[in-house]
């Protein structure tokens, strides 16, 4: 912990810090609850990974509240990934509430494996503790040489109103698809279905910024601007994207995450839990015979020939690369939330020290 004094820099929205020195730090406050040091690491490497690509909502920032789903059962820390199915081609599991790194990991782990075996996978992981920047998934399938689709809801978190209403009904449920190249990073198509994440609404509340239009409804019903207003109480509902188009791709994906993998669906039911489920199809795109990676980069260079246009993936490569150099910047509450859970982990005098 001592070496977080290294590459520290104090600005006038918070902190700009070396990234494996933040990596080191969570994976401490992890270990200090009772998570074992491979766990730990993966739960770090997870969560400042989604930093450094540039991705807050799904960053360090949710560190205080993964630890306070740890004290109340919501996190279940050790967790072994319980295979429910193995035949063929079809991987079911259950997370059991265990630290979605982990049970992330574990899952695609697996459905790598028996798509390389079998030339595809089908793979339901139900009732994962948050599973964080659903990208990371599609990634690791990519770097495996696998083209990933992956579906995922958010049962215990309704906040997003159906196409017409002004209730929460449904999760922000990302859809993710990845795909494999020769000679350059992956692409990687990664969003939730409604306009924002909540994670991205706690970024602007926390930043003490205002949202655009469109956006975010408050609990009567009633466009703002506000990033409070989705917490209330009583809570606002974020709008889908694309009206209608949005909506339908957000209930076939919790039926899909859902239904799917016997996990839970949206049924009104409050939690404090952040649990997920996950369902996904890998592919091996050899085992088709269709001259995938010709194909692929052809479409892309015609695509991303027009001046101004980015490759889904391309902006998080950059800011990565960048902040790799540079540092990680953090806002000044999430940095000041980081130091108030050290110092309730007894972990007080090297946060103080870097502060």
């Known amino acids: 912990m001592a070496d977080l004094q290294s590459r520290f820099e104090e600005t ?13 730090a969570v994976a401490a406050m992890f270990r200090a609850v009772g998570s074992a040091p491979a766990e730990a690491a993966l739960i770090a490497r997870h969560l400042v990974g989604a930093d450094l690509c540039g991705h807050h909502s799904h960053g360090v920032g949710l560190v205080a509240g993964y630890i306070a789903a740890v004290a109340r059962g919501d996190l279940v820390l050790n967790r072994q990934i319980e295979t429910v199915r193995d035949h063929g081609t079809l991987l079911v599991f259950d997370g059991g509430r265990g630290a979605g790194a982990a049970m992330g990991r574990a899952a695609m782990e697996r459905g790598i494996a028996r798509a390389k075996a079998e030339g595809h996978a089908l793979v339901a992981l139900r009732d994962s503790h948050h599973l964080g920047r659903i990208g990371a998934w599609a990634e690791q399938c990519a770097a495996a040489g696998l083209v990933s689709i992956h579906f995922v809801n958010v049962p215990s978190h309704a906040a997003v109103a159906a196409f017409g209403g002004m209730a929460a009904r449904l999760g922000t449920n990302p859809f993710t698809a990845g795909f494999p190249r020769e000679g350059a990073a992956p692409l990687i198509v990664d969003f939730a279905t409604s306009r924002w994440a909540v994670g991205k609404v706690q970024v602007a509340r926390r930043k003490g910024e205002r949202l655009p239009p469109g956006i975010l409804l408050d609990a009567a019903g009633r466009e703002t601007d506000d990033p409070t207003a989705l917490y209330g109480p009583p809570p606002g509902a974020l709008l889908p ?51 995938y990676h010709r194909w692929v980069e052809a479409a892309l260079a015609w695509v991303a020939s027009e001046r101004g246009v980015r490759l889904p993936g391309e902006p998080e490569e950059e800011v990565r690369a960048r902040r ?20 309730s982990l007894g972990l007080a005098g090297p946060w103080a020290a870097v502060g």
């Open 12 to 24: 006038e929205s918070g902190v700009v810090i070396d990234a494996a020195r933040l990596d080191g």
């Open 241 to 291: 994207f694309g009206e209608h188009k949005g909506f339908g791709l957000a209930l076939a994906v919790e039926l899909l995450a859902g239904a799917m993998t016997g996990g839970l669906t949206q049924d009104g039911t409050p939690s404090s839990a952040i649990t997920n489920s996950m369902f996904s199809i890998i592919i091996a795109p050899e085992a088709l015979g269709t001259g």
């Open 324 to 343: 790799l150099r540079e540092g990680i910047p953090l806002d000044r509450m999430t940095w000041q939330e980081l130091e108030a859970a050290a110092s």
